[in-house]
T-cell receptor
Framework: NAGVMQNPRHLVRRRGQEARLRCSPMKGHSHVYWYRQLPEEGLKFMVYLQKENIIDESGMPKERFSAEFPKEGPSILRIQQVVRGDSAAYFC??????????????FGPGTRLTVT | QQQVKQSPQSLIVQKGGIPIINCAYENTAFDYFPWYQQFPGKGPALLIAIRPDVSEKKEGRFTISFNKSAKQFSLHIMDSQPGDSATYFCAADQGGGSQGNLIFGKGTKLSVKP
């Protein structure tokens, strides 16, 4: 399957624990985006990364949230000291490095985080 | 402040009907307008997209109409089928090749009755 891969698909954490969400972009894609979706809501942009660089993190909460896309391996969205309000579906998308098609973002299946 | 407004919130049509979903935007710097289809428990899937230099784009049964002066665009689904029942999201991108911040509408839940 050459699509965007995310794991885990479901994650349950107690308040105060850490959540780590992983995303492997589509083959040949070097741009990764993270979005959050609350129930019955649209997707909200969080962060845009390229390999080893954060390009735009204007949608990231100032505290407890961080993201990285290392030279090797998947992109990681980390949420420290989770609270109930962090419960949501987190989607990763990827796009090509080539300008002509760089707008097209392809989404993974998402990670559904539940904080108890 | 919502930059992309989508309507209606929900829509029910009979099989074969032509549901129309509308979106309006505010930022004239937006230059890419995709539509996504999402089934319950799944990620959004890119359906079709348009840029402001064309007024209409068709792909299969899906058509985007774009009105630059009114800052509006819409999705039409021809000969709708029960399998089209899903939530549809419009989005906009300021783009420029260096930004990836898609702004999404709140979604339209479409139900196509057999």
């Amino acid at each position: 399957n050459a699509g965007v891969m995310q794991n885990p698909r479901h994650l349950v954490r107690r308040r105060g624990q850490e959540a780590r969400l992983r995303c492997s972009p589509m083959k040949g894609h070097s741009h990764v985006y993270w979005y959050r979706q609350l129930p019955e809501e649209g997707l909200k942009f969080m962060v845009y990364l390229q390999k080893e660089n954060i390009i735009d993190e204007s949608g990231m909460p100032k505290e407890r949230f961080s993201a990285e896309f290392p030279k090797e391996g998947p992109s990681i969205l980390r949420i420290q000291q989770v609270v109930r309000g962090d419960s949501a579906a987190y989607f990763c998308a990827s796009s090509s490095q080539f300008r002509q098609s760089s707008y097209e973002q392809y989404f993974g299946p998402g990670t559904r985080l539940t904080v108890t | 402040q919502q930059q992309v407004k989508q309507s209606p919130q929900s829509l029910i049509v009979q099989k074969g009907g032509i549901p129309i979903i509308n979106c309006a935007y505010e930022n004239t710097a937006f230059d890419y307008f995709p539509w996504y289809q999402q089934f319950p428990g799944k990620g959004p899937a890119l359906l079709i997209a348009i840029r402001p230099d064309v007024s209409e784009k068709k792909e299969g049964r899906f058509t985007i109409s774009f009105n630059k002066s009114a800052k509006q665009f819409s999705l039409h689904i021809m000969d709708s089928q029960p399998g089209d029942s899903a939530t549809y999201f419009c989005a906009a991108d300021q783009g420029g090749g260096s930004q990836g911040n898609l702004i999404f509408g709140k979604g339209t839940k479409l139900s196509v009755k057999p």
